[in-house]
């Protein structure tokens, strides 16, 4: 079983990537917190007695499923009230901890590179993390759990409520779709 510091430990080393997956998928980063926090929250109240190695698996799938509740709510409060405001946020894009950050820090830390070559580099990482929420939410979800969060396959599909199979298909998509988005940019894998 967890203990407290076991918790908040836990919890401390996933908040900053569960804010991101969120706001790749909500698009609004006040909206991406609330999420995190609510996951966060129903963890601790319903899940907190459980054992650490089990706190990874449930919290992605609650946070999966408070992002399905929040695209729900906005539904209903868009045919409600036609409050269109959401749709139009954009990520802002300066949360620490995100992974195109990291990468961009280890390959500027390699070597010297010409100013050129450095802006081309950022300007493909913001292409790419543009294309990313461009995809379509299952392949995103999939794309997210698999390379950013480091899970595997069994993980993710349990997460996401499918089939491993499903799982490896939206992972292949969203792969296919952004090497061929990226491909005319120079970019191959």
């Not at 996933?14 to 609330?34: C, G, I, P, Q, W």
């Not at 650490?52 to 906005?74: G, Y």
């Not at 999939?142 to 480091?150: D, G, I, Q, S, V």
Request: with cysteine.
């Amino acid at each position: 079983m967890a203990t407290e510091k076991e918790l908040s430990d836990f919890l401390k080393s996933v908040e900053r990537r569960a804010f991101k997956r969120s706001a790749y998928h909500v698009r609004n980063d006040d909206a991406a917190l609330d999420i995190v926090q609510d996951s966060m929250m129903k963890l601790a109240q319903h899940y907190g007695d459980r054992p650490v190695a089990e706190l990874h698996h449930i919290f992605q799938r609650i946070l999966s499923h408070t992002i399905v509740d929040w695209f729900r709510r906005q539904k209903t409060q868009q045919g409600l009230f036609s409050n269109f405001s959401d749709l139009q946020a954009g990520v802002d894009g300066d949360g620490d901890g995100d992974p195109l950050e990291v990468l961009e820090d280890l390959l500027s830390s390699a070597g010297t590179e010409s100013a050129q070559d450095a802006l081309e580099r950022s300007q493909t990482l913001k292409k790419l993390e543009s294309l990313i929420m461009e995809l379509p939410d299952r392949q995103r979800e999939a794309f997210l759990m698999r390379y950013w969060e480091e899970m595997d396959v069994a993980e993710t599909a349990a997460a996401m409520g499918c089939s491993e199979g499903s799982v490896k298909t939206h992972c292949f998509r969203a792969v296919q779709a952004l090497s061929k988005a990226l491909r005319p940019k120079g970019v191959s894998s």
